[in-house]
């Protein structure tokens, strides 16, 4: 089993629409980040953990919301789908120092028509 | 929050052949990281090599390598006897020591390698 899991791998929505992107790990790790990736901007941070009770928005938490449900658990929800949300979801996972890298899920591709 | 710049969007190299990626970064910090992310069209992101920034020796693995320029702020990858499965979109990183151990990337690099 992956290290990071996330479901759906992909999802196709409609407008208006409330959606929940999950994410486990078996890496034992207390951060765990969601980023949004768009073709030519990168990877950009909505939300991360550093522990169940500590939940920090990051550059793009507009329209997001988050709930960490447990140590393994991070979930991300869509209250109301928008077009423009439209992208490729990553949950990473890091320990406390990050100092060699993240652990990455194999992504979510998010589509909202 | 920092800012990492690739300024090539695209790039190319013949099998075999050697190619430089180029990446920039603005910190006013002094204790950080670099890395570099490979992401092929599985869509995974791999971890390609890391950088302390205290540290002025650049690091190597295996065929990938680094220079990396502390005062310019430069930190390009070098790929040396390029071989069809490193074609993929590479993303440069910068992990602040600051505001939670963030990770900021740049835009990525999409690199074809031809037969």
């Known amino acids: 089993d992956a290290d990071v899991t996330q479901t759906p791998r992909n999802r196709i929505t409609k407008t208006g629409k409330r959606i929940m992107l999950e994410c486990s790990q078996t890496?034992?790790?207390?951060?765990m980040y969601w980023y949004r990736q768009d073709p030519g901007l990168g990877l950009r941070l909505i939300y991360y953990?550093?522990?169940?009770?500590?939940?920090n928005k990051g550059e793009i938490s507009d329209g997001y919301s988050v709930s960490r449900q447990a140590q393994a658990k991070f979930s991300l929800s869509l209250e109301s789908a928008i077009p423009n949300q439209t992208a490729l979801y990553f949950c990473?996972?890091?320990?406390?120092?990050?100092?060699?890298?993240?652990?990455f899920g194999s992504g979510t591709r998010l589509t909202v028509v | 929050a920092q800012t990492v710049t690739q300024s090539q969007p695209e790039m190319s190299v013949q099998e075999a052949e050697t190619v430089t990626l180029s990446c920039t970064y603005d910190?006013?910090?002094?204790?950080?990281?670099l890395f570099w992310y490979k992401q092929p069209p599985s869509r995974q992101m791999i971890l390609v090599i890391r950088q302390e920034a205290y540290k002025q020796q650049n690091a190597t693995e295996n065929r990938f390598s680094v220079n990396f320029q502390k005062a310019a702020k430069s930190f390009s990858l070098k790929i040396s006897d390029s071989q069809l499965g490193d074609a993929a979109m590479y993303f440069c990183?910068?992990?602040?020591?600051?505001?939670?151990?963030?990770?900021?990337f740049g835009t990525g690099t999409s690199l074809t390698v031809i037969p």
């Open positions: 990473a996972t890091s320990d406390l120092t990050a100092n060699y890298g993240y652990t």
């Open positions: 990183a910068y992990r602040s020591p600051n505001t939670g151990n963030q990770f900021y």
């Open positions: 890496k034992g790790h207390d951060r």
């Open positions: 953990s550093f522990d169940v009770k500590d939940i």
């Open positions: 910190t006013s910090e002094s204790d950080y990281y």
